[in-house]
């Protein structure tokens, strides 16, 4: 993981079937043909903002690798009065297991003039996932394949909206490329190869996933197609930490027809995706730094999407330069935590260490910058000089560095 970013990958388990055969789903709250929707993109995940029984806007992310909307803050479950029909339990990438939640029944969900009514909801238990600690801002829940199944939906990043139509009836523009997809088990798969760096390729099935925020994440039995790759912190998924190697593919090619260059490509441990000793049939991902590149249209009905390049595809794959992980802790998120350092970084010969406190970075105090900031910073030109102040134990101290690319 290059910072502190998100793979959420959800498998139900041991649970009544949850699927939406039969249910209505979203419709149009108006006979409109399209719904345009505010976002907020950070990290590469896009927020929506999605009401749940009336309530004000929650901050919901939207994630094609997941296929029940799930509340990942079961207090807000409380609050909006939600009943626990029954326990259910869910397994995601990670190194602690099964996680027993519960699902809320007869929801309705409302995302700006679309309402899905009769709507699962899947309510994480506490501390089990915290997304706002993450962003650095509140984040409520995850949504998907509810929301995806109904009707076509446009992602452009650089104005920061969906586009939500009520029927195929969308323009597809004379430099788009349409692109099909497989739907399986309610996710969107695509065709991918990939070239590594000796030449050698593989050609697979790869999860399009809105809610992985690294380019793309690849099963380590495919470890060669990387010449170097260092041990890192790959995220935080469902059942835990993710660990795992990082490293480049000379291209990663798009059902034949767009090739993306030097790509960074997250290997997990082989043990985060086995279950019962059992590995996972899972070839990998493309994630959102590789989709905020193209304006997207995902079309599930006619199983495909339609991808435009935009201002950001040739933008340089550039890894987190520092070695540190930063979490937001505090009422207003501007209390920044070192989470992790990985051994042999920049962070690390300067002596920095998990659990210290970011007092101020390059001259700026904590409480004049925000999460995304310290990010911008960490991903910026090698070389760049990197002035802190933390706190440890009680007692400030400030170090420097420079940044560094490893891979």
Known sequence: MNFRRLLLILFILFSPDISHAGEPGFEFD?????????????????VVPVSINGSAPLNFILDTGIR?????????????????DESIYVFGLGGEGIVEATRSRDVTIQIRGVTGKNMNLIILPEDVLSFSEMMGFPVHGIIGYDFFKNFPVEINHHAQTLQIYRDQNY???????????????????????????????????????????????????????SDITIQSFLGQGLSGNLTGRMGRVEKLIIHDKIAVDDVLVAYPDKEFITFFDQEIEWEGIIGGEILKRFDIIFDYQAEQMVLRRNFQFRKPFTPNLSGMEVIAEGRNFNKFMVHKVRPGSSAYEAG????????????????????????????????????????????????????????
């Open 30 to 46: 108006r006979d409109r043909r399209r719904i345009r929707v505010p976002v907020k993109i950070s990290q590469n995940l896009i």
């Open 68 to 84: 029940t909307t799930i509340l990942t803050e079961p207090l807000m479950a409380e609050m909006l009065g939600l009943g626990f």
């Open 171 to 225: 323009r597809i523009g004379r430099r788009s490329n349409v692109i099909p997809l497989q739907i399986i088990d309610q996710k969107p798969y695509v065709k991918a190869t990939l070239v590594g760096q000796n030449a050698d390729t593989v050609t697979t099935n790869l999860l399009v996933d809105l809610g992985a925020s690294h380019a793309a994440y690849v099963n380590n039995k495919h470890l060669r197609l």
């Open 352 to 407: 920095i260490m998990a659990g210290d406190q970011i007092i101020s970075i390059n001259h700026k105090r904590a409480q004049q910058i925000r999460l995304d900031d310290i990010f911008e910073k960490m991903t910026g030109n090698p070389g760049r000089v990197i002035t802190m102040i933390l706190l440890r134990n009680g007692e400030t101290f400030r170090t420097s560095f420079r940044l560094r690319e490893d891979i």
